[in-house]
Each structure stands twice: as C-alpha cells, then as structure tokens.
C-alpha cells in the first residue's frame, strides 16, 4: 500500500503532488498494481476528487478540524502517522517540495525510520532501491530504502503530471486525527499577503532572462530588464549578483534560490555552476550570451551569442522594437 | 536558562564542510563521497545565513554563538572561519560524514546539547541549514528538535527573539508565514533573508585563539544507507551559436518567433 501526502492550492492539486502520484502509478504497477491512496490537509477547492480519480489514485483521506487550520509540521505528519497505521501502508511519500520535504522528514523523526528525500526512480523492489538527487541534483544517489514504511519524497520536474490512462473511482473519507498539543507548538500564526511571495513569478514564467557577473554592477541590469519585460517574462540572477548586493535574493536561480522552468531561459553572463544549473535546468530551451564561447552555459546551451551581453541585448531589445513596429 | 541566570541567548549553530565544486563533479574512487580534493572546501550558504541570524541574535541580547561541526580533521578550517565571524565557542565531533546518515549527525548533535546543558550552558536556540550541499538530505534539523523534544521551525529566512519567544518567518506557499514559538528551540534557515559578513582580520586572529572542543561521536553510526553516488551522462554539447555580438540580434529574434515566445 502505497500512501500519499498531496498538496493543494486555490486551484487544485499542485503540479509537484500530481508529478509525485505520476511516480506513485509506476511503483504501484511494478508492485503489481498496489493501491495509492492519499492525504490531503486542510481546506480544500472544488474538484480534487474528480482530479485524484483522473490520476489514479484509489482513495482519499481528507484530513481536517480545528487543528489543521492552519500549518504545523509535526502536526500534519502526526495525522499521516496516523493514516499510515490505519491503511498498513509501506510506502509513505510526498512531493519534494518545502512541504513535502518537511512533513515526510517530521514523519521519519517519528517513526525513527529512513527518509530519501528528492527521488527520481526506483532502482530495484526487493530491496527496495531508490535513486535520488544530491548536491543540487548534479548527482546521483542509489540509496537503500528496504525498511518499512519506506519514506521519501519525489523530486520536482523528475516526472510528468500526466494523467492517469484510465481515471479510477475515488473512495473519499473525511477525518478529524486527534492531535497531541506537542505538535501544535510550531504552527504558522499569521500568512501575510500573497504579493509577498515575490519569486513566484520567476518560478512561473514562460521566459526567464538571467543575468550574473557579467552585469558588471547594480547599474548594469536595465537592458535585460527590459528584453524581460519585452518578452512578457522575468529576471533571475546569480548567486554572485545576489552575495553583491546588486540584485534582491528572491531573484536568485539555483541550488540555494528559485528552480524555473520556463519555455525559454536567456542566461547572460551566467558562467553555468552546477548550482545554479541545478535551478535552470528544467528549462525547455536555453539561449546563452557569454563573451567565452568555452563557459559550461554555453556548452550545455540549445544556443548561444558569443559576445558582450552590453551589446548584445541592448541591440536584440531594438530589433524588437524594430519589428513591432 | 543560560550559564548565568538573565544572560544573553545561546545560540548553536551547525554547519557542513562541502566540496566547493563549481564547475565539474569529481567523485571518491568508492563512490560514496563528491572528491573536494582538488576544488576545496565550503559552507552551504544556507548555512551561512544561520551563523549570521545566530551572531545577530547574540550580539543583540549580549550572548553566545557556539558553532558546532560532525566532520573530518580538516573541517576544523570551517569553525575557525565561523569564529572569525563573531562566533565565539566551536565544538568539532570527528568523524567521517560519508559514513553517517542525517540520523546519526541529528544523534550526534543532540549528544552535545545535551551535555553542554548538564556541564551549564544551555543552548536556547538550535540553528541549522535547510538542508546540505552535498548529501541534501533535508531532515537533520527536524531529527534534531524530536532528539531534544523541541519545537522546530523549518526554512525560516528571517527571525527575532524576544521574551523567551523565537519570532520566524518563512516564505511559505501562500504567502509570509510567521511562526511564534516559545525556546527553547530548533529552526533550519534558508538564505536570502540577511547578508552573511566578511571575516575581519581583527575577527581572524582573535579565531586562532579559540580553543577548538575535540569530541569523538557517542554512538556507532547506522550509515547513510548509500549504495553509491552516480553521476549522470555528461551529454555532448549540441549548442547551435546564433552569432556573434550585436550582429547576432536579428537571428535571436527570428528564434523568439521560432518558439513562438514574447507575443
Ligand atoms: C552550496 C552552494 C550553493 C550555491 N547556490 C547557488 C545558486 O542558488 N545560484 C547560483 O547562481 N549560484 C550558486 N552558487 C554559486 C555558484 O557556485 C557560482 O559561484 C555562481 O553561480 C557564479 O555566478 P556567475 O555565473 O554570475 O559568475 P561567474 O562564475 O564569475 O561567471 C561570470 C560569467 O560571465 C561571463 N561574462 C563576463 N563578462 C561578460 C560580459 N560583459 N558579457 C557576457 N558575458 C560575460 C564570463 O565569461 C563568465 O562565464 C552556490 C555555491 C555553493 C557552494
Ligand atoms: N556533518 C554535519 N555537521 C554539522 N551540521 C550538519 C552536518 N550535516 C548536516 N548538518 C546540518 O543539518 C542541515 C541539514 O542537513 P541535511 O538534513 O543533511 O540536508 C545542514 O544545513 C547543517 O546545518
């Protein structure tokens, strides 16, 4: 029995958990068709159980009262805990999100058992052997998991959030788990507004343009500001931009910042570190303007413009504006 | 509450010595550790931000920063450098981190707090990172705060302390989340919410004074459970160039209506 900790927003199920039932659908079919069932915490929008069933997943678990108003860690886990027991569920996972890393990583403290976290496949059932993502997903873990329950979590991007091909009939059932005033201690008291969440809109957009050293200084930011703007998209930078103070962290893509996805990602005068690769390199295409052709960003780039990003963007942002008239 | 009553807080600090790998990933011949032979050594910045927030934090209540490492002989180069900062005790259990698992390093950690608490000195408050560079295992902190029976706060960036009560706030999925919880307690820190500071070399001397506590760990570890590191494919760069400088812009955008992007 497989067992879940999905998460949900305004909108639904959110992309990371369905990408984690993706990866819940081939154990379950390597195991020969093993149930997956799910936890979902909280308030809830419409239409998550028509969206579980399409993903196959054979039953929920929606988990709420007083104590999940609002988020506490160890209290969220407590009520896995609890599910687990319920269902005799050997596997527990989550998405490998701050969330999903957080509560499986409380649940492991508790049960004093193992956690994988950041898991692309299974390398092997019996023993249980999952591959899992290290130092910022530039490499490659095969880690032991063959005690039971088995606890890890599902790295972002590592799998499509496709549906199922055939939807299944959901069970649904509504729990109140009792919770231990302990685990209530750490719990979030105030959310503040949404606008504060300011690298949202990094992780969302459909073209990132970045910028690193190569900017030259605070001032050496307005043409790819505007190629962003330009081309409906946002900035990210680099961790040197950010460590000099030129450019506000939440702008920062990699390993210690935000991971995007974008359509496009224009990285210049980004050298290409594998920590901040490991924030980029989702990306469907990525174009590169460097001055050194041998920079591992350009190496690893769709394409790339050798030369300096000054001249480089200022003249593609007047083409632009050349075209459109 | 510390060593003497009414005294500013005590802040622990954990840290990591990583390979500083930048460019390229060597591994050990066995696979079971990123060889940082030939890039050398580092600190997660998550990390770096926690020794800032804790040396704030002191200085703001006249207390102590202890930073504390599980590592190698050589990770002692990281203690000093977190002492050069402002931190002013170190305490360093030897051992191999390619042959511990997060649950032994939160084991080990807990060890000291608890003895440092029976030998006086009290820790109010535990800071880690998020999570490490290298094994990026994101639970020591969380196995911590169950060994100790304390109340953890995960992925703070920013924190204050007042009246017995950490204050902390987390970049949380809806929005600014604050968590208000009592000390003492736990919190692992992302970066972004402070700058950590440049050692001066007032702070570098002043560091080669400190006593360093040698400790070996109290239990035999379970392991990390690591059958090996892999790393993936390197894949031949197949990068079309587009040209170059500014005579390259006319085909950067034929390939934006290519993609059909910025319209
Ligand atoms: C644990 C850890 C976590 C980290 N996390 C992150 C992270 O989240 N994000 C991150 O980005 N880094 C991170 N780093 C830092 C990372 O290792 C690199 O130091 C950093 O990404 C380098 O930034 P850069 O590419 O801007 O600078 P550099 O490496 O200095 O590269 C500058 C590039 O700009 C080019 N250039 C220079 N001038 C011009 C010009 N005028 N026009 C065009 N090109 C030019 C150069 O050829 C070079 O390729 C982390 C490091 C560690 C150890
Ligand atoms: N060997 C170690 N020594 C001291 N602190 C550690 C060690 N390993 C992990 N930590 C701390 O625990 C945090 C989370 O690590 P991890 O759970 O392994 O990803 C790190 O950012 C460090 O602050």
Redesign the interface.
Known sequence: MILLFL?T?AEGV?EISLETVAFARSLSAAGGGIAIRAAVIGQLPDGVREELGAHGVNEVFHVSGDAFDS?A??AWAAALQELRERTGSVVVAAAG???G??VI??L???L?V??A??VISF?GLAPF?V?R????G????????DVRPALF?VAGHAWTAERAPEPVATAWQEVTPEVAP?DL?????????????R?DALKSA??VVGAGRGAGGPDGFDAVIELAR????ALGVS?VV??L?WRP??E?VG???SRIAP??YIPCGI?????HWAGCASSK?I??INTD?EA?M???????????MH??V???V???HR?RG | MTETPGAGLQVLVCIKRVPDSSSQILLTEDAQAVDGRHVGFTVSPHEECAVELAIRLADATGGRVTVLTVGPPEAVDQLRNALALGCGAAVHVEADPARLGPADVAREIAAVVQEHQQAGTSYDLVLLGNDAADSGDFQVGIRLAYALGRPVVNGTSTLEVADGVLTAHVDGPAGAETYSVPLPAVATVLEGGVEPRYPTIKGRMAAKKVAVEQRAPVTEPQGPRRVRLLLPPPSPSTVEVLGEGSAAASAVVDLFEKLGVGR
């Open positions: 998460e927003d959110t988020y860690g160890a999100s701050p969330r890393n957080e990583a409380h492991a403290a508790r004093d193992p956690m976290a950041n390398a052997v591959t993502q290290v130092v910022g530039a490499a490659l873990e095969e880690m032991r998991l979590t302990a201690v750490a719990r979030v008291v105030a959310v503040g507004a949404k606008e504060e969440d690298s459909r073209v330009l081309l409906g998209g961790r950010t460590s103070g962290h939440h920062q390993q210690t910042g359509e496009l050298s290409g570190a594998i920590q295409t174009l590169a052709p591992p350009v190496t690893k780039a769709d394409y790339a413009v050798i030369g300096d001249e480089v200022p003249a593609v007047e083409e632009l075209r």
